[in-house]
C-alpha cells in the first residue's frame, strides 16, 4: 500500500525528465496516472507521439495503470479534454500535477516576440488551463456532496523565485505560476483543494547544457542532479497525508527539501502626508539599509 493508493493523477510534460519520474512514483505509490505529453523536444519543436506511450508502459510493467494523452496543456478545450481523460477512463480526477514546459533561452534585450509568447503559453497557460477545468469539476462534486480531497501541484523554479540571467521569459512565467499557486489555494480550500508549487533543480533537458558544469552525474553513489529525487515531494503533495499544507512553494534539490519565504511587507516609513519627490532618495536608502538583502539572480 503507498501513500497515493486508490488516487486517480495526472501529470503534464510527463514524457521525459521531472515529469516522467513523478508519473513512476505515483505508480508505485499505487495512483493511476494519465501520463500526458506532447513528445516536443527541450525548445517546443517536434512531436514524438509514443514518449507518453512509453512511460505508460513503463508503469504497467510495474503493475500498475496507467494511460496517454497527448492534449496540448495551453490550449482551452484540450486542456478539458485532458481532464475529462481520468475521469472516463478511471472514473474520477484526485491530483493534477503541473509539469509540462520547454525553455528558449535568450538576453532580454534580444528577445523575440514569439519566443516570449511560446514561454508564457506553455508555462503560465499550460498551468491555467488544466487546473481551471479540474477546479471547476472539483468544485461541482463538493457542491453535489462528494467528499473531496483534491490536490493541485505546480512548477515553478528557482528562475521564478529569484530570476536568472538569459531566461527572462521563463523567470516572468515561472513567477506568475507562483502567484497562480497563493490564488489558488485562496480560493479553493472551501471545495477540499489544496494548491501547492515545488521549484526544483535536477538534470533534465532543460538544465544539463545550461548548467552543465554543476549537473555531471557522479560515478558512483548518490546523484544529487538526478530528477527522480524530486518525484517523493511531489508525490506526497500529491497524497491525501498532505491536505493540511497548502498555498506553499517548496525548493527540492537532491536530498534537501525547504520552503520558501515569498514576498512580505516590508519595513515602511509614513510620514502622514504627501511626499515631496526630492525627499524620496534618502526614505528609500533608510529602508533599504534596514531590509533584508535580496538574494542574488541566478547567473548574476
Not at 486508490?6 to 505509490?29: C, D, K, P, Y
Not at 528557482?158 to 516572468?172: D, E, I, K, N
Not at 472551501?190 to 538544465?207: C, D, F, H, K, L
Request: some cysteine; proline content about 4%.
Amino acid at each position: 500500500m503507498g501513500i497515493c493508493e486508490g488516487r486517480v493523477v495526472i501529470v503534464t510534460g510527463s514524457g521525459n525528465g521531472l515529469g516522467r519520474e513523478h508519473a513512476l512514483e505515483f505508480a508505485r505509490q499505487g495512483a493511476k496516472v494519465v501520463v500526458n505529453d506532447l513528445g516536443v523536444d527541450r525548445t517546443g519543436h517536434g512531436r514524438e507521439s509514443e514518449v507518453a506511450q512509453s512511460v505508460v508502459a513503463e508503469i504497467q510493467t510495474l503493475g500498475g495503470e496507467a494511460v496517454a494523452n497527448a492534449s496540448d496543456v495551453a490550449d482551452f478545450e484540450s486542456a478539458k479534454a485532458l481532464i475529462q481523460t481520468a475521469i472516463d477512463t478511471f472514473g474520477r480526477l484526485d491530483t493534477l500535477v503541473c509539469n509540462a514546459g520547454f525553455v528558449r533561452d535568450r538576453m532580454f534585450a534580444n528577445a523575440d516576440e514569439d519566443e516570449w509568447d511560446a514561454i508564457v503559453r506553455v508555462h503560465l497557460k499550460g498551468h491555467y488551463a488544466p487546473a481551471r477545468h479540474a477546479a471547476a469539476y472539483w468544485r461541482d462534486q463538493a457542491k453535489a456532496g462528494t467528499p473531496i480531497a483534491a490536490r493541485l501541484v505546480n512548477t515553478s523554479s528557482g528562475a521564478g523565485l529569484m530570476g536568472s540571467v538569459g531566461q527572462a521569459a521563463y523567470s516572468a512565467a515561472k513567477a506568475g505560476i507562483t502567484a497562480l499557486t497563493l490564488v489558488q489555494s485562496a480560493e479553493l480550500s472551501r471545495y477540499g483543494v489544496t494548491a501547492n508549487a515545488i521549484a526544483p533543480s535536477a538534470r533534465t533537458r532543460m538544465t544539463e547544457s545550461v548548467f552543465a558544469d554543476r549537473m555531471t552525474a557522479p560515478e558512483s553513489g548518490f546523484d544529487p542532479n538526478h530528477p527522480e529525487n524530486i518525484a517523493p515531494l511531489v508525490t506526497w503533495l500529491g497524497s491525501d497525508d498532505s491536505g493540511d499544507v497548502t498555498g506553499r512553494v517548496f525548493e527540492v534539490e537532491g536530498g534537501m527539501i525547504s520552503v520558501a519565504d515569498g514576498w512580505q511587507h516590508g519595513t515602511v516609513h509614513d510620514i502622514n502626508a504627501r511626499w515631496e519627490p526630492a525627499a524620496i532618495g534618502s526614505a528609500v536608502r533608510i529602508l533599504i539599509a534596514n531590509g533584508p538583502a535580496p538574494a542574488p539572480v541566478y547567473g548574476a
